[in-house]
């Protein structure tokens, strides 16, 4: 079945509702040829259907993030909305966006969906030259986002290095898996981190780490 009327639906739309909903109906499709114009819907200032949008992106994958890493740097709106999807997805292409966004980013729910994401990338299809370069990356913006000012987004950084972690499978006594261990003990520790939430999801993080 053509996704093209979707796609016009989605053009033609002539309220903020229509809008929504003609969004919904195209991510549901699940296919590839939608994701173009679901990626032109995060520039829309539309937010309910960004949400649809980005849960279609998520769904059609890695097809989708050739067309995301297109948006213009200079629409924030869009940008943000496109870190949530690329989290999603998982994709390798997306480090650098995400990286950028966990480190520089203003909104703190957009630092804390790429603290997600970099826990979260797809590693094992990778050559073990690219993937540990990819690791290390990503590790080091991890690291250097502990400090970040805002709790949530600290507490997405536990998240994001446990899963980094696990994904890489990296053994104990392994340097990457030390500096891991050791940022999430500073969360963990009422001396460092002041958020309770942070401290508890952390001190599971290292639970699940241990051999």
């Given at each position: 079945m053509?996704?093209?009327?979707l796609?016009?639906?989605?053009?033609?739309?002539s309220?903020a509702?229509?809008?929504?909903?003609?969004?919904?109906?195209l991510?549901?499709?699940?296919?590839?040829?939608?994701?173009p114009?679901l990626v032109?819907v995060?520039?829309?200032?539309?937010?309910?259907a960004?949400?649809?949008a980005v849960?279609?992106l998520?769904a059609?994958?890695s097809?989708?993030?050739?067309?995301?890493?297109?948006?213009?740097?200079?629409?924030?709106g869009?940008?943000a909305?496109?870190?949530?999807?690329?989290?999603?997805?998982?994709d390798?292409?997306g480090?650098?966006?995400l990286?950028e966004?966990?480190?520089?980013?203003?909104?703190?729910?957009?630092?804390?969906a790429?603290?997600?994401?970099?826990?979260?990338?797809?590693?094992?299809?990778?050559?073990?030259?690219?993937?540990n370069?990819?690791?290390?990356?990503?590790?080091?913006?991890?690291?250097?986002a502990?400090?970040?000012?805002e709790?949530?987004?600290?507490?997405?950084?536990?998240?994001?290095?446990?899963?980094?972690?696990?994904g890489?499978?990296?053994p104990?006594?392994?340097?990457?898996?030390?500096?891991?261990c050791?940022?999430?003990?500073?969360?963990?520790?009422?001396?460092t981190?002041?958020?309770?939430?942070?401290?508890?999801?952390?001190?599971?993080?290292?639970?699940?780490?241990?051999?």
């Amino acid at each position: 079945m053509s996704v093209q009327p979707l796609i016009s639906a989605v053009q033609d739309a002539s309220s903020a509702l229509e809008l929504v909903r003609a969004t919904a109906a195209l991510a549901a499709s699940g296919s590839a040829a939608a994701a173009p114009t679901l990626v032109e819907v995060l520039g829309f200032n539309n937010p309910g259907a960004a949400v649809a949008a980005v849960d279609g992106l998520i769904a059609i994958g890695s097809p989708a993030v050739d067309h995301l890493l297109q948006l213009d740097p200079r629409n924030y709106g869009a940008r943000a909305w496109a870190v949530r999807a690329l989290a999603g997805i998982g994709d390798v292409r997306g480090l650098d966006l995400l990286v950028e966004a966990l480190l520089t980013d203003v909104g703190p729910s957009v630092r804390r969906a790429a603290a997600k994401g970099l826990g979260a990338l797809a590693l094992d299809a990778l050559a073990s030259g690219e993937r540990n370069t990819v690791q290390q990356h990503a590790l080091t913006a991890l690291l250097e986002a502990t400090s970040d000012g805002e709790w949530v987004v600290r507490y997405a950084v536990a998240v994001g290095l446990e899963g980094l972690a696990l994904g890489s499978r990296w053994p104990t006594g392994h340097s990457s898996h030390s500096s891991s261990c050791t940022a999430l003990c500073r969360l963990s520790d009422a001396a460092t981190e002041e958020a309770t939430v942070v401290r508890l999801r952390a001190a599971l993080a290292l639970q699940r780490l241990q051999p």
